[in-house]
């Protein structure tokens, strides 16, 4: 028997600039409020076009904003912490400053426990971290929580692969449950069971990991393609019915008239999958086929104690031409975005 869920959202409807974002009335164009069940073991990828309202989904979750409607349900004493895209750690001196900061701070050992495992010194700087420094401060304040339910956005953003194997390791681990955002399919395919599809304001969920979601991308798309065609059969036949004349006084008539204005909206709704942008690449005239070329650069940093200077590059060369395909790689810290 299925567990019941640890949070939930019954007919979760958002309003953003005068349209909705997530849900809506049942009228509005088809659609219908959103319902969201999350079990107390569920493995879920959370997936969407950029802009349709994930990371919104999260706030959500987390109770961070307000729904327009609807009804958010969590279960008693369950700790639901949310590890963020980019979390700012402007008003904290160290990253354990920022990892002790918060409404529910864990407890130091936890913290330097995570730390050590992830290899960084959590005394460091906040204003001087590497943005990997900084993802593993927030992987470390957020894991020490213990938490029940975890939500992460783009978690291995910035991070090496050791650590990203780590992270991997200890979610395969996790007693509880988690939602989890990325553009990294290796990481999504590895370790969810199920995937919730963020859709031109709706949402649905299929009990299969993101190794199945292309295919059931694709068969949704092809039953809506149909559906569309059927629709389109029909609004011809009730335009040419319109073009003959309606009279206006004849109950009937006026029925299938909003009939048809009913139809017309939900064919406007039945967006296309994806839209397709045609691009097109100016002229080169250029005879070279290098487009960098950097001879004997160097690069380093002072240090924080005032005391000598980190080296990051010394004497480097390289010559990169058309249609390289070049990967930089290296460990958290080690200089890759300098």
């Not at 990828?45 to 958010?72: H, M, Q, S, V």
Request: aromatic share 6%.
């Amino acid at each position: 028997m299925a567990q019941p869920p640890i949070l939930s959202w019954e007919g979760l409807g958002l309003q953003q600039g005068g349209r909705w974002l997530l849900g809506g009335p049942a009228d509005d164009l088809g659609r219908e409020d959103i319902d969201l069940h999350i079990g107390p073991r569920d493995r879920l990828a959370l997936i969407g076009r950029n802009g349709a309202g994930k990371t919104t989904l999260f706030r959500l979750i987390d109770d961070r904003i307000e729904a327009d409607r609807g009804t958010r349900k969590v279960k008693l004493g369950t700790r639901v912490v949310t590890l963020e895209q980019d979390p700012d750690l402007s008003e904290y001196g160290t990253l354990m400053d920022f990892a002790l900061g918060g409404e529910n701070p864990p407890e130091p050992y936890e913290v330097e426990a995570i730390a050590g495992q992830l290899g960084i010194d959590m005394e460091t700087p906040c204003e001087g971290a590497s943005g990997g420094e900084r993802r593993r401060a927030a992987i470390a304040r957020a894991l020490a929580q213990d938490p029940d339910l975890l939500l992460m956005d783009e978690p291995t953003n910035h991070l090496d692969l050791a650590a990203i194997d780590w992270l991997e390791d200890w979610l395969t681990r996790y007693k509880g449950a988690f939602v989890v955002i990325s553009h990294d399919r290796t990481f999504l395919k590895r370790l969810t069971r199920s995937t919730i599809w963020l859709d031109r304001g709706g949402l649905r969920r299929k009990d299969i990991g993101f190794g199945g979601y292309d295919a059931w991308e694709e068969q949704v798309y092809a039953e809506e393609a149909r559906a569309a065609e059927k629709l389109d059969a029909k609004l011809k036949i009730e335009a040419h019915w319109l073009e003959a004349g309606v009279t206006a006084r004849r109950k009937r008539n006026v029925g299938r008239l909003e009939k048809l204005y009913e139809m017309r909206s939900h064919r406007a709704a039945m967006l296309t999958p994806g839209g397709t942008a045609n691009l097109k690449i100016a002229a080169d005239d250029s005879k070279t086929k290098s487009v960098i070329v950097a001879e004997e650069v160097s690069k380093s940093f002072p240090l924080p104690d005032g005391e000598g200077e980190r080296t990051i590059i010394r004497d480097f060369s390289l010559r990169i031409q058309r249609g390289d395909r070049i990967g930089i790689i290296g460990s958290n810290g080690s200089g890759k975005t300098t």
